[in-house]
């Protein structure tokens, strides 16, 4: 007789799984909780207490935790030597383990539990057993997803057994589950203790979604999300229309998103390639929007937008003009979203919590042989502001110096932004000298550019930049400070009446 050792926290389904096995001959062992609803459903069962002769113990600590159990779930039953030592110690065979374990995640999720509790709910039993069937794949069929009961029930059903095939493919899920299951279990100790970069780290994330291709259509992706923190991110967003969303769609719709989280004032960002080429807020979405469309009219064809607040009717119109591939946005009125509809070839995703902005996990860069992992750049941004030239900026280039710098911070180093009226009026992004970001800017600008400000993410090295904003018509500029020749572009600010402030604190991105 074949024996099923059936101990799972979800019992979702597990009557019904354990009838048909029943059925089928299986001799069924459970521990406490599953073991009495197995019972009082009719079944017969066997408490794994009088398998192993002894009794759950320590609260439930120990249940499972016996050589009767494990050595009948990791026997070789090609091996006369194991044959043998089950025979003399009186092991019979386990052939399947049916196992989920204590929520741990749920647990640590939920605000009001203790550590007490969360300790409690560190499966010990569980993920031992959940290993030795997976380490004996070769002889023993392992459940620890209740949506592969339905696949075993089939095989055995039609088959008469589980092939090696789904064996092995069940191994390999269940040290997924547990490699996912201690990393978790980790995350809360190192954070418990202030451990941020530990000696080893396992970082572990949820599949979301396959993706048709990744960067570019040679190459195959996925789409994993955090497992502790999704709130505000796109992992979180609704699609309310449109295909699914692409490698680069999510990356650019993320680069958008963490535009938008430095803002509060209506506004709206729309990024391609990674970088932003026009942001804008105003007083409303729509003159948001117009404020981002019009800082670049080119680029923003096939790109992505981001806005705070709610697409209305007037923003809607605007929008379905021209080609954007997706849209984020907390909510749109009935009527935007008619419209938006209308457009075949757009992605319409709401996302509630957009101005979410606490978290707490890593930023983390993939190199060749290894991760680099670094604090999110929450970095403040304008306490330690100071003018360093003699002319001051006016209110309204204060302001649009701010706009400007919260842009600069999240566009890809070499980075130079101009603005005007809380609106780009460029954007010079990714350069690897930083004139020739400005010279990009500029000439993109065109006839904008004067009257604007400029952010640019790092130091001067020289007075080169300065030089050039001034005969563009540039008037103030926002930058970190720290370069051995500060003075020179100090000096070459205050020869041509610009206003110029430091902020103390550089932003690179790449
Ligand atoms: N300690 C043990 O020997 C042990 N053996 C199995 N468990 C867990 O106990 C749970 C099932 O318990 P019950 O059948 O009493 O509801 C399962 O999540 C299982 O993973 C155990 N509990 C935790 O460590």
Redesign the pocket.
């Known amino acids: 007789m074949k024996r099923a050792l059936i ?3 979800d019992k979702k389904g597990i009557i019904e799984f354990a009838k048909k096995l029943s059925h089928m001959g299986w001799e069924i062992i ?6 009495r609803i197995l019972s009082d459903s009719g079944l017969k069962v066997t408490d794994v207490s009088d398998v192993t002769g002894f009794p759950e113990c320590f609260n ?6 016996h050589p009767k159990i494990h050595g009948g779930i990791l026997a070789l039953r090609d091996d006369e030597n194991h044959l043998k030592t089950m025979k003399e110690l009186d092991i019979k065979p386990i052939d399947m383990v049916v ?4 929520p741990f995640k749920e647990t640590i999720l939920k605000t009001e539990s203790t550590h007490e509790n969360i300790i409690e709910n560190i ?4 993920p031992s ?1 959940l290993r030795a069937a997976a380490k004996n794949y070769k002889f023993v069929t392992v459940i620890v997803d209740p949506k592969d009961y339905n696949t075993i029930i089939d095989e055995l059903e039609n088959k008469g057994e589980v092939s090696y095939k789904t064996r092995e493919y069940l191994a390999a899920k269940v040290f997924q589950h547990t490699s996912n299951y201690d990393a978790l279990i980790s995350h809360y100790f190192n954070e418990k203790t202030n451990i941020k970069f530990p000696d080893t780290i396992t970082l572990t994330f949820e599949k979301k979604q396959d993706l048709r291709y990744g960067e570019n259509p040679h190459q195959e992706a996925a789409f994993y999300t955090e497992e502790l923190e999704t709130t505000g991110t796109l992992s979180e967003a609704v699609k309310l229309h449109g295909k699914e969303l692409s490698y680069n769609n999510i990356g650019d719709g993320n680069g958008a998103l963490e535009i938008l989280k430095e803002f509060t004032l209506p506004t709206v960002v729309a990024v391609k390639h990674a970088n932003p080429c026009g942001v804008g807020s105003g007083k409303n979405i729509a003159e948001a929007f117009k404020k981002a469309y019009e800082s670049d009219k080119q680029s923003i064809f096939g790109g992505i937008i981001a806005a705070n607040d709610e697409i209305d009717v007037d923003t809607a119109k605007m929008i379905k003009d021209i080609f954007i591939e997706v849209v984020i946005a907390p909510s749109y009125s009935e009527s935007a979203l008619e419209i938006l509809e209308a457009k075949k070839n757009i992605r319409l995703l709401r996302l509630p919590h957009i101005n979410y902005n606490k978290y707490s996990t890593y930023d983390m860069k993939k190199i060749l042989g290894g991760v680099l992992l670094q604090d999110r750049n929450q970095g403040k941004m304008y306490e330690d502001l100071k003018i360093v030239t003699q002319r001051k900026p006016s209110d309204e280039e204060l302001k649009d110096l701010l706009f400007a710098w919260k842009v600069v911070k999240n566009t890809k180093s070499n980075a130079i932004v101009l603005a005007k009226n809380q609106g780009t009026v460029a954007v010079g992004p990714g350069q690897v000298s930083r004139i020739w970001a400005l010279e990009n800017a500029i000439k993109q600008g065109e006839e904008s550019v004067r009257g604007s400000v400029m952010a640019s993410d790092a130091f001067f090295p020289f007075s080169d930049c300065i030089e050039a904003a001034a005969k563009a018509g540039i008037t103030a500029v926002i930058q970190p400070g720290g370069s051995v020749r500060d003075k020179d572009s100090i000096d070459m600010a205050d020869k041509y009446k610009i206003a110029m402030l430091f902020t103390g604190m550089r932003h690179f991105k790449h």
């Open positions: 101990s799972v926290y459970s521990t406490g909780g599953t073991s439930g600590r120990v249940k499972t935790l196992n989920n374990l204590y499966d010990i039993g569980g057993m």
